[in-house]
């Protein structure tokens, strides 16, 4: 399969309302990177950070007064363990099957079995003890607006840590796959175990909680108009509502990996058109 980082990505910004999801967890997004997407591998390529001390001087162009270091990242308390599915996948009590003793799981921190539809791709994202780390809300992000650099790239206002992540991505067949967090042979650390050994299961555990497997990206609203010719673009109200869910700019993917356009030949509704222009390719003239 070709793409299959991007058709995981696309599944799970599905299942979660526009969050996305990072293939590689052990390579961390903070929060307060920005930057913008590889359209071809779906991955965000960071271009600097808001709490980076570099930065303040574009805050000091739009406000003196402000420092980043006066509102550090918030790290709200552990939830409990976060299992993000998307369409045809289906999650199952734990049976391991006959080959394997239960008496092995007993200790598990987690196990479940998900079961796989067949003639499609499904997506599963397992987080232990997740946390998530944000920004301040409602108190930074009106600022951040105001920085013209900001236009077209995407900001990651908050990121889900956690101590221990599986991902899979299914074939197109129909299966059954069991996966349990167990207490590690060697040392104090946890491990994952998984009846399936598909190219497209990546586990791990991290003892420090630094792992980010899911995390949210904001673009600025570009709906902020002049009242008048001439006049200043008036700055936005307080709070975080100026920045949305943005379009990262790749078209859809098949359950094989290949570009998969939404319109059909030359043919784009008006709208879509007008949207796609501005939400989507602004992301690359930065």
Not at 160 to 180: G, T
Not at 270 to 277: E, G, K
């Amino acid at each position: 399969m070709v793409r299959a980082e991007r058709k995981y990505v696309d599944l799970i910004r599905q299942s979660t309302l526009g969050l996305f999801a990072n293939w590689d967890p052990e390579n961390p997004i903070k929060v307060g990177s920005y930057g913008r997407f590889d359209l071809d591998t779906s991955r965000f390529t960071v271009l600097g950070n808001i709490y980076d001390p570099e930065f303040q001087v574009l805050l000091d162009a739009v406000h003196g007064n402000f420092k980043m270091s006066d509102y550090p990242p918030e790290l709200d308390p552990v939830e409990q363990d976060m299992i993000v599915t998307s369409t045809g996948a289906r999650k199952h009590i734990f049976d391991p099957g006959p080959n394997t003793k239960k008496e092995n799981f007993k200790k598990a921190s987690f196990k479940m079995n998900f079961k796989f539809l067949s003639g499609k791709r499904s997506a599963v994202l397992i987080m232990h003890k997740p946390r998530l780390q944000h920004i301040p809300r409602n108190k930074v992000l009106d600022v951040l607006y105001r920085i013209p650099e900001f236009n077209g790239l995407f900001i990651v206002p908050s990121v889900y840590k956690c101590r221990a992540w599986s991902i899979y991505l299914s074939s197109k067949l129909e299966e059954i796959v069991s996966i349990a967090l167990l207490p590690s042979k060697v040392g104090f650390d946890l491990e994952w175990w998984c009846s399936s050994h598909s190219d497209f299961l990546r586990q791990g555990t991290d003892k420090d909680g630094f792992a980010s497997p899911l995390f949210s990206g904001k673009q600025k609203l570009p709906l902020i108009r002049r009242y008048m010719r001439g006049m200043p673009v008036p700055d936005p109200e307080p709070g975080d509502k100026f920045w949305i869910d943005g379009c990262p700019g790749w078209e859809p993917v098949d359950e094989d990996g290949y570009d998969d356009p939404i319109w059909e030949e030359d043919y784009e509704p008006n709208v879509a058109r007008v949207w796609r222009r501005i939400m989507c390719k602004s992301s690359t003239q930065w």
